[in-house]
């Protein structure tokens, strides 16, 4: 089966512009999540989605960044009037709520770089 | 509270090996400990995890060891392969919620 897919793979963009990020996660999955993985880190929470609504946006970094869930199914990540900061890899995962372990499926991210 | 820390930052090995990553907690909240491989442009994926209930877990090589008292938590791959290079980020979560993630260790195993 499918797993979570990601677009655009890479996006280059310029500083002051808008971009989204598209995710796709795994058919029946009920919960979305958005990280961001800079060089040489570990993942870092944005939000997630439990259906249509964010259960938790505690991680957005600034009101620029916004996603959008609404049907339940795909996320938009959008980010205002970007800055070089903001340069990184954009992970998605997906996990069916319900089960004990609450299992999340990464997606293969976008790669987001701000000239 | 919230941090996760993880060492080594890079560990090399030779072919047949056991590399040992070491991570540590403060939140005692936390209530699932998942591993997880990453290759170069690939997303994470879930290699093994356990709960603070026990003391080890064995999946194939890769192995588990969990100190509740001293909130710390162990990867160990046995006979290790080349093809297990790759970057591996312990991480923690309570309430099936967001994962907080160690900061990675990038393992190069030699033939």
């Known amino acids: 089966g499918a797993g979570v897919s990601q677009t655009p793979s890479n996006k280059v963009t310029e500083k002051g512009k808008y971009v989204e990020l598209r995710c796709d996660p795994i058919?029946?999955?009920?919960?979305l999540y958005w990280y961001r993985q800079s060089l040489g880190q570990g993942p870092e929470f944005l939000i997630y989605?439990?259906?249509?609504?964010?259960?938790?946006d505690s991680g957005l970094p600034n009101d620029r960044f916004f996603a959008v869930r609404p049907e339940g199914s795909v996320s938009t990540l959008k980010i205002q009037r970007t800055e070089r900061g903001d340069s990184a890899v954009y992970l998605c995962?997906?996990?069916?709520?319900?089960?004990?372990?609450?299992?999340?499926?990464f997606g293969p991210g976008t790669r987001l770089t701000v000239l | 509270q919230q941090q996760v820390k993880q060492s080594p930052q890079s560990l090399i090995v030779q072919k047949g090996g056991i590399p040992i990553i070491n991570c540590a907690y403060e939140?005692?909240?936390?209530?699932?400990f998942p591993w997880y491989q990453q290759f170069p442009g690939k997303g994470p994926a879930l290699l093994i995890a356990?709960?603070?209930?026990?003391s080890e877990k064995k999946e194939g090589r890769f192995t588990i060891s969990f100190n509740k008292s001293a909130k710390q938590f162990s990867l160990h791959i046995m006979d290790s392969q080349p093809g297990d290079s790759a970057t591996y980020f312990c991480?923690?979560?309570?309430?099936?919620?967001?994962?907080?993630f160690g900061t990675g260790t990038r393992l190069q195993v030699f033939p």
């Open positions: 991480a923690a979560t309570f309430n099936t919620d967001k994962l907080i």
């Open positions: 356990i709960r603070p209930d026990v």
């Open positions: 058919s029946g999955h009920t919960a």
């Open positions: 989605f439990q259906g249509t609504g964010a259960a938790d």
């Open positions: 995962a997906s996990s069916y709520q319900g089960t004990s372990n609450n299992e999340q499926f």
């Open positions: 939140n005692t909240a936390f209530d699932y």
